[in-house]
């Protein structure tokens, strides 16, 4: 049975950074993403990654460049979102996702986590 669980979540000022993690009970042939939910906005992806056969990542327009997924290096069910320069519109409940369809649409996935809450103030 796949489990998912986020950690990490906080409140930080605008500009700060955080580091999301995920641990993942997957294998490589799944694709781990990390989907957003803004107060009154739908859920959206953000960021996903396949291990399988290679690193392979995408990301959203409106976090390129700022935030990072990647696995670590010596766990490889630990997931992580690194976010720089945090805006206040980067606020929401972070989840983690996995499927083997993978991509950034959230029909994508069939196996979520609870959330973590982030909260980025001016």
């Known amino acids: 049975q796949v489990q998912l669980v986020e950690s990490g979540g906080g409140s930080v000022q605008t500009g700060g950074s955080l580091r999301l993690s995920c641990e993942a009970s997957v294998n490589s042939m799944y694709c781990v993403a990390w989907f957003r939910q803004a107060p009154g906005k739908e859920r959206e992806g953000l960021a996903h990654?396949?291990?399988?056969?290679?690193?392979?990542?995408?990301y959203a327009d409106s976090v390129k460049g700022r935030f990072t997924i990647s696995q670590d290096s010596a766990k490889n069910t630990l997931y992580y979102l690194q976010m720089n320069n945090l805006q206040p519109e980067d606020t929401g409940t972070y989840y983690c996702?996995?499927?083997?369809?993978?991509?950034?649409?959230?029909?994508?996935?069939?196996?979520w986590g609870q959330g973590t809450q982030v909260t980025v103030s001016s």
């Open positions: 990654i396949y291990t399988g056969g290679g690193d392979f990542t995408g």
């Open positions: 996702a996995a499927d083997q369809r993978g991509g950034l649409g959230i029909g994508r996935y069939d196996y």
